[in-house]
DNA sequence: TTGTATGCGTTATCAA
DNA sequence: TTGATAACGCATACAA
């Protein structure tokens, strides 16, 4: 079957050289005829010779390939950071090899172990939800394969980072709701155990206490699955016990839009009754009505700064350093937080 | 900074066997002293030995790898597709490295010669819309290498393929709107060079025909960059321009979400004076308003079967045939064409 | 300028 | 039961 592949010794033995001529003809090499160079050549073409990156990788002791988790393919947010990191990637010569941690732990410590079997050159994780600890972080790092994480980054794993800044973030979006002149205003989290849900958190309480608001715990409510079925129910509950707000802030889009379900049932209207602001920009923001303002994750560009600084650690075979590269975020104002 | 990986020799050093002997305790090859084979394997254990794939497959000429080539990953059924796939390919032991084509012709000319060039054991191709030939596809089996289509499969090529039954979902769609007793019927294509939205258009026609009603071939309208923009200008400047219709079916979601803009726009109301359906089922479907009506493709299962017939070919070594599979869809009515 | 030998990590074959 | 050898495809140090 895989035998129609041509090899370096088909096209000796059709020219009548040696395999390592051709070798040094096809790639350049200063000490060589250029007539039979020529030749080779154009023989290499006829046969669609096209070079083992198998044996060269055996060979090389590098891949050329990078191994990259991501917790969901269909969050709009990482399929972007994917297209940056393919960008950067195929600029350099590089190809990428993709899994999904399906936000599990397990899944992810089997995605690390499948890709350093697969010597990958080098590692761009995002964290999955659940966490149980480092260790395979730490195992790639004692084989000393560079490893970047993008968006979610663990606590104790001395590696790069590129991330955003979420706490200032998360309180932009909600001072932007007070200054609408909301007074009272609920925070959506997504699993408050996860580190960059505490950052929105705090950025949330930060603006708060800025402006000389009051802090309710009891606005602070988790959603803990991050699906919009579970904070439609969770805020029509809330609105059916009577909590009153006229500002809701949820840490990503499908909370806002589940929210926002729930509050047009209750027959409240949007923004005049309650202003709702989301996070990540998705691409569905502008589709909905009224149409979510939300906090812009710059997903491609993650991307190639992840990619870029893994390419670093790769060439310039650098000590581990643990760097954090912020990226700006940019607050999108729609129709769901102004008039 | 590669050599910190664990190889069959160093297990062989410190234990003082040869090579050989640690291959056969490492795979439980029966001719092996039993005591000492649980000695390797405590030894392979305690340095955290992975066989280098890279290694393995050069030796047994198979990647257990797979290729894939999408059109783009951000696409909601892409990622669907490629969940599919993955789950099929672990269970069976491949791993799976994706492109994106990002629908240029000849960016997948490239990711697939560079998949050929990582000696996978098979590709998985969506076309891209922009078709030139199908010239990589002959190399593809001219080296052997087994090849299966899905969604979007090119004529003249002798591969299976599974795909989705476009043209009678696409009648299924346009009698559900004939039933709710729309008169006039327009239809938004993507891009109506591709096969698929031919077919959507043939089973528009189809459905109008058996109904017995007017074809009016203005009622068929391109919309070739499929983003919503698209579709929101054209219907805005038709409804502008005077034209009429009660309903309209758009052969992908974001050109049925760019048309509702217009028509709202234009002080329109849905379902009651146009009613919608679209054409994917992408995630946003219910959260858009009014919730879109869509035909649901089964991506996930596309997935798993376009893995599984690919894995018979490789495994079965069968000659090329072209089968093609067809999936069920299924028409979700929600609000925007139903009351 | 070209050919030969060697090794990358692994396993199958043959010899011991 | 174990070890030595060769081979997968390629690049390179060395010899010619």
């Keep these: 079957m895989k035998s129609k592949q041509t090899t370096i010794k088909d096209i000796a033995r059709e020219i009548g050289v040696s395999p390592s001529t051709v070798s040094r003809a096809l790639n350049d090499h200063p000490a060589i005829n250029s007539a039979t160079k020529v030749r080779i050549k154009a023989k290499a073409k006829e046969l669609k010779y096209e070079p083992n990156i198998v044996a060269l990788s055996l060979k090389n002791r590098s891949t050329k390939t990078i191994g990259v988790v991501v917790p969901e393919l269909i969050h ?13 990637a195929y600029d350099n010569g590089y190809t990428v090899m993709i899994c999904q941690s399906k936000e599990s732990y397990d899944k992810e410590v089997k995605d690390v172990m499948a890709l350093l079997a697969h010597r990958v050159d080098g590692l761009l ?4 939800k659940e966490i149980l600890n480092n260790e ?12 970047v994480f993008f968006d979610r980054m663990p606590s104790g794993v001395k590696a790069p980072s590129i991330i955003i800044d979420d706490a200032s973030a998360a309180k932009e979006a909600t001072q932007h709701l007070i200054d609408r002149g909301c007074q009272s205003i609920m925070h959506l989290g997504n699993n408050l155990e996860m580190p960059i849900s505490k950052a929105r958190v705090d950025g ?8 000389g608001m009051q802090l309710d715990e009891d606005m602070i409510v988790d959603c803990p699955t991050s699906i919009q079925n579970d904070s439609y129910a969770k805020v029509l509950s809330l609105l059916e016990g009577g909590a009153k707000f006229d500002g809701l802030f949820a840490s990503n ?11 047009k049932q209750f027959g409240l209207s949007i923004p005049q009754d309650v202003a709702v602001v989301g996070f990540s920009n998705w691409n569905f923001c502008d589709m909905v009505d009224p149409p979510l303002s939300s906090v812009n994750q710059p997903g491609t560009e993650m991307g190639r700064q992840a990619m870029k600084r893994l390419l670093r650690m790769i060439t310039e075979d650098e000590e581990n350093a643990n760097d954090v590269m912020m990226l700006d975020t940019a607050l999108i104002v729609r129709k769901s937080s102004s008039l």
Tied chains: 1, 2.
Excluded at 79 to 88: A, P
Excluded at 204 to 211: E, F
Excluded at 253 to 263: C, F, P, R, T, V
């Design 76 to 88: 709009f947010f990482f399929s972007s950071v994917i297209s940056g990191i393919e960008e950067v």
């Design 125 to 128: 994780i995002s964290q999955a």
């Design 136 to 147: 395979h972080y730490d195992e790639i790092q004692r084989r000393g394969v560079p490893l």
């Design 204 to 211: 949330y309480r930060q603006a708060l206490l800025d402006s």
């Design 253 to 263: 889009d499908l909370l806002a839009i589940g929210a926002i379900k729930a509050l």
